[in-house]
């Protein structure tokens, strides 16, 4: 079965940098789209970045723009989140979720599955 | 403060019907981008339970159910159970933040 599972998580400095990682199974990974979704302690859920089937496409949201990078190895099935310059209000859950639609990096498609997250804590 | 606006909260008894508004504008829902509903329940990732506006994924129960007209959206529940009590969240494309958004969520309360 298609499965997702975030790594890299963990306790952090403001200003520093941390890399995460979401380990991909059950289904071809260089064939789809992946975002990255956080979730920041008893909030809601904030869209992080997105990046196409073979990385040609890279979309961020502003509130991480020019910290983040997203990048993929699709030889290792793997997909990266870069943050650096981190602040506090970066600590949440980071969740990595499929693009359901193969080859596609349409402005309509939703995220299917989603994988268990990792959690990033900023702090001094 | 959400792109999109959904309740904070809602509640109904086992048995009943509740139904989640999610309220966009022009950029997003109203410009002809789909909605698409997610369940969260304590502890857990989101998963999709509805997709391009009315569409469920297999597993789904009936009796869950979405509609989308103008610059709004809903999701309705019929048939309360306790199994439903979790964090809902609507979400779709902006064109002007070029970028996926979601609604603030609506906590479910089944009494």
């Known amino acids: 079965q298609v499965q997702l599972v975030e790594s890299g998580g963990g306790v952090v400095q403001p200003g520093r940098s941390l890399r995460l990682s979401c380990a991909a199974s059950g289904f071809t990974f260089s064939s789809c789209g992946i975002h990255w979704v956080r979730q920041a302690p008893g909030k809601g859920l904030e869209w992080v970045a997105f990046i196409s089937y073979d990385g040609s496409i890279k979309y961020y949201g502003d509130s991480v723009k020019g910290r983040f990078t997203i990048s993929r190895d699709n030889s290792k099935n793997t997909l990266y989140l870069q943050m650096n310059s981190l602040r506090a209000e970066d600590t949440a859950v980071y969740f990595c979720a499929k693009d359901p639609i193969p080859y596609s990096s349409s402005r309509q498609n939703w995220f299917d599955p989603w994988g268990q997250g990792t959690l990033v804590t900023v702090s001094s | 403060q959400s792109v999109l606006t959904q309740p904070p909260s809602v509640s109904g008894a086992p048995g009943q019907m509740v139904t989640i508004s999610c309220t966009g504008s022009?950029?997003?829902?109203?410009?002809?981008?789909?909605v698409h509903w997610y369940q969260q329940l304590p502890g857990t990732a989101p998963k999709l339970l509805i997709y391009?506006?009315?569409n469920r994924p297999s597993g789904v129960p009936d009796r869950f159910s979405g509609s989308k007209s103008g610059t709004s959206a809903s999701l309705a529940i019929t048939g309360l159970q306790a199994e439903d009590e979790a964090d809902y969240y609507c979400?779709?494309?902006?064109?002007?933040?070029?970028?996926?958004?979601f609604g603030g969520g609506t906590k479910l309360t089944v009494l």
């Open positions: 979400q779709s494309y902006d064109s002007s933040l070029s970028g996926w958004v």
């Open positions: 391009g506006n009315s």
């Open positions: 022009s950029s997003n829902i109203g410009a002809g981008y789909d």
